[in-house]
């Protein structure tokens, strides 16, 4: 079993329970601003995270504040590493201005779903990435695209799975438009949990076993309960002997 895993949530898209959330999570992925937030939220998040000693990532997006960069778009590859490149380049400014710094990458909503499954998108990001700063990780599910072109141009990837999604037996998440999309039972979410920590296997919703690599935990900061799921699921967690700690950077 692994009983070291990071915890992260998407923070700075305006839900109002950052300050808590921060105090469960070792990782905070931060809105750049094209789905949600502003230059004065990225910076007081980015502050906020590194007075609580989380992890501090970037989290770009489709440009899409009208469906919270969750509506699926097609891009040309040059337009993708842009903005991209466009959104991580004014975070790491944001972070140096607030004496931080960026330790990983995880895209939002389609960008990275589609990522998760289009070969040249996940390889245009991976591209974006090393080309802004290659010491970062990526967030990334594993046997995904995005893990796949992480690899081949040896950018370092975190495998991430998700609490407080339902999957598909593809792999997949269950999408945002279908009912049994969200997992709202904070016990049922850590038995979950355990199963891929110990296992590496986690249950669709058809009821099939789908292999995950868990090394970091999503709890979706914009989801209703999110604070107290957070603090069920991490208590559980600690008391089973796993230790909550961010990816570390090797000299």
């Avoid at 990782?27 to 789905?35: L, N, Q, R, V």
């Avoid at 004014?90 to 990458?105: D, I, K």
């Avoid at 495998?159 to 598909?168: G, H, I, S």
Wanted: charged share 25%.
């Amino acid at each position: 079993m692994n009983l070291v895993v990071d915890l992260n949530a998407d923070l700075g898209e305006g839900a109002g329970h950052d300050d808590e959330l921060l105090q469960l999570v070792s990782s905070a992925s931060i809105a750049c601003g094209f789905h949600a937030g502003d230059p004065v939220s990225i910076l007081a998040s980015i502050r906020a995270a590194r007075e609580r000693g989380v992890a501090v990532g970037a989290h770009p997006s489709f440009a899409d504040r009208e469906n919270f960069g969750r509506m699926e778009v097609a891009l040309p590859a040059g337009e993708a590493f842009a903005i991209v490149a466009y959104q991580l380049g004014a975070f790491q400014a944001m972070a140096t201005a607030a004496g931080a710094r960026v330790n990983h990458v995880k895209p939002h909503g389609a960008l990275y779903n589609m990522a998760v499954r289009d070969e040249k998108l996940a390889e245009w990001i991976v591209q974006t990435v090393l080309a802004v700063d290659p010491s970062l990780f990526l967030f990334a599910p594993g046997e995904s695209a995005l893990e796949r072109a992480a690899q081949s141009a040896k950018l370092r990837v975190v495998r991430e799975v998700f609490a407080d999604r339902n999957y598909l037996a593809d792999g997949s998440l269950v999408p945002r438009t279908r009912p049994d999309a969200l997992l709202h039972d904070s016990e049922e979410a850590a038995v979950r949990v355990f199963r891929m920590l110990r296992e590496g296997v986690v249950r669709s919703v058809e009821g099939k076993d789908v292999e995950v690599q868990a090394e970091t935990i999503c709890v979706h900061g914009d989801t209703p309960g999110a604070v107290e799921f957070a603090r069920s699921l991490r208590t559980s967690l600690e008391k089973n002997g796993v230790s909550i700690q961010a990816p570390r950077p090797t000299p």
